[in-house]
């Protein structure tokens, strides 16, 4: 599966941007879809996952009631919907998909296998 991300941009405190990852290869029936963000100098942490059957969702604590994920099937595309941005949210956003994920591991980094490359987000105060 191949994954791109963008939509990222610099932007001011409580702005909101979207960002967008598209996904091109094979079906995703029993994908998980996942968005990590990476600072400067900091590993790469998780931020929302969304299984693309059911659409249920999984936010880190840092971005709930903030971000939203979603997906539209028919675009194989899935959404990070980010509002009230802070300027800790700035990092390098990557998408990443993988299939068979359970419940336990949908924020671990490295059960994701298939890494789309990073869209830069930068939010200043």
């Known amino acids: 599966v191949q994954l791109q991300a963008f939509g990222g941009g610099a932007v001011q405190a409580g702005g909101s941007l979207r960002l967008s990852c598209a996904a091109s290869g094979r079906t995703f029936s029993n994908y998980a879809v996942a968005w990590f963000l990476q600072a400067p100098g900091k590993e790469r942490e998780f931020v929302a996952a969304i299984r693309w059957s059911g659409g249920s969702t999984f936010y880190a604590d840092s971005v709930k009631g903030r971000f939203t994920i979603s997906r539209e099937k028919d675009k194989k595309t899935v959404y990070l919907q980010m509002n009230s941005l802070k300027p800790e949210d700035t990092a390098v956003y990557y998408c990443?998909?993988?299939?068979?994920?359970?419940?336990?591991?949908?924020?671990?980094?490295?059960?994701?296998?298939?890494w789309g490359q990073g869209t830069l987000v930068t939010v200043s105060s």
């Open positions: 990443a998909a993988q299939s068979g994920i359970i419940v336990s591991q949908v924020s671990r980094r490295d059960a994701y296998h298939n």
